[in-house]
């Protein structure tokens, strides 16, 4: 069976981080492992409290799951601040993980911030030359390429300035943008646009962890990149059109839709 690991915060509602990690895992028949960064008083309203855990244990989590069933592929998303940024890509050399898919969390749908302003940087110049993978949204893409991002081509721009900062390949998201929902990829090499219909929905919450985490069930299934974030997308957008309608705000996905 194959493996995967994500290292993300726990979401109360079960919506997003941790939980939806696992839940996509599961839905792609991978088994899943964790290692938590913080944990959140959240549900699809809002996030009411963070409290990060010590990045000591974090690196403690990694290395007991390295040390026993490791990863085929690994996920990364909040980190919530700096120290944790340092722990985690120091655990990532000592391991040698492979398949680092890294969901650059920074602000929750409700506007919460979940990582550090100055972990920013960190996670420019310590875990992005690490990723196989770098999946910001239009917001996190602007925050860590300087960018500002309102249309297809700018994402383009962002795609390309990502890959020159050290990620072997980027796929940046614009769900934010308007019109259908593409999403544009890059390794250096190919570029390739991702589109599905935009969904009306207002039950999005977990979206970008949910295709962060399928991106690495598939590559630890064996798919190389482009064919990982091709059914990942497809996996997404399900999920949202069969989402089940929970919740008095942004409502969680369906993780094991009906195909």
């Known amino acids: ?50 409290e990060a855990v010590s990045p000591a244990f974090v690196a403690d989590q990694i290395a007991a799951v390295a040390s026993d069933i490791p990863p085929d592929a690994t996920k990364i998303g909040m980190l919530a601040n700096a120290r944790i940024v340092e722990a985690v890509a120091e655990a990532l050399e000592r391991h040698r993980l492979p398949n680092i898919v890294l969901d650059t969390v920074i602000i929750a749908k409700s506007r919460a911030r979940l990582l550090d302003a100055n972990a920013i940087a960190a996670l420019r110049t310590r875990l992005m030359p690490l990723a196989s993978i770098i999946t910001p949204n239009v917001p996190e893409a602007e925050a860590l390429t300087g960018l500002t991002i309102g249309s297809l081509r700018d994402l383009h721009a962002a795609a390309v300035r990502l890959v020159a900062m050290g990620a072997r390949a980027a796929l940046v998201k614009g769900g934010h943008l308007e019109g259908p929902a593409i ?59 069969q989402a089940p309608g929970l ?6 996905l369906q993780h094991f839709p009906r195909t």
């Open 1 to 50: 069976m194959r493996t995967a690991l994500t290292i993300a915060g726990s979401d109360s509602s079960g919506g997003a981080g941790i939980q939806a990690d696992l839940k996509t895992f599961a839905a792609h028949g991978v088994f899943g492992m964790s290692a938590i960064t913080a944990v959140t008083a959240q549900n699809t309203l809002g996030v009411t409290g963070v």
């Open 183 to 241: 999403d544009v990829f890059w390794d250096g090499t190919h570029v390739v646009e991702l589109a599905a219909p935009r969904i009306d929905s207002r039950h999005t919450h977990g979206t970008g962890c949910t295709l962060s985490s399928a991106i690495a069930a598939r590559l630890a299934l064996g798919d190389d990149l482009m064919a990982a974030c091709q059914a990942a997308k497809h996996y997404v957008t399900e999920a949202i059109a």
């Open 247 to 252: 919740g008095h705000g942004h409502g969680p």
